[in-house]
Nanobody
Framework: QVQLVESGGGLVQAGGSLRLSCAAS????????MAWFRQAPGKEREFVAAISGSGSMTRHVDSVKGRFTISRDNAKSTVYLQMNRVKPEETAVYFC?????????????????WGQGTQVTVSS
């Protein structure tokens, strides 16, 4: 069993930065591909970024490339999402996910575990 706890959400102005963290319990953190998803009001949950267990491979949705960066620290069992130059339309609840996907290219919206989510609000 893995428990995921997100933190770091809040209110930020458009163009600003925010770093989300997701702390995982358990001793098998490095065996999971980790991902971030987001869900805006009235919209479906969407993929944002993923990182392999070793951290050597990452994937970001096109809309955040060059602005968001996913990373992980296996010693701390934590995955991060650095968000720069955020936009108002990126206001959403951001969820951390852990999955046994084979590679970052196979990440789906059905992970093994979800976090509870953290609200990010971008003001214009």
């Amino acid at each position: 069993q893995v428990q995921l706890v997100e933190s770091g959400g809040g209110l930020v102005q458009a163009g600003g930065s925010l770093r989300l963290s997701c702390a995982a319990s358990g001793r098998t953190f490095s065996s999971y591909t980790m991902a971030w998803f987001r869900q805006a009001p009235g919209k479906e949950r969407e993929f944002v970024a993923a990182i392999s267990g070793s951290g050597s491979m990452t994937r970001h949705v096109d809309s955040v490339k060059g602005r968001f960066t996913i990373s992980r620290d296996n010693a701390k069992s934590t995955v991060y999402l650095q968000m720069n130059r955020v936009k108002p339309e990126e206001t959403a609840v951001y969820f951390c996910a852990a999955g046994t996907w084979v590679g970052v290219g196979t990440v789906t919206s059905k992970p093994n575990y979800w976090g509870q989510g953290t609200q990010v609000t971008v003001s214009s």
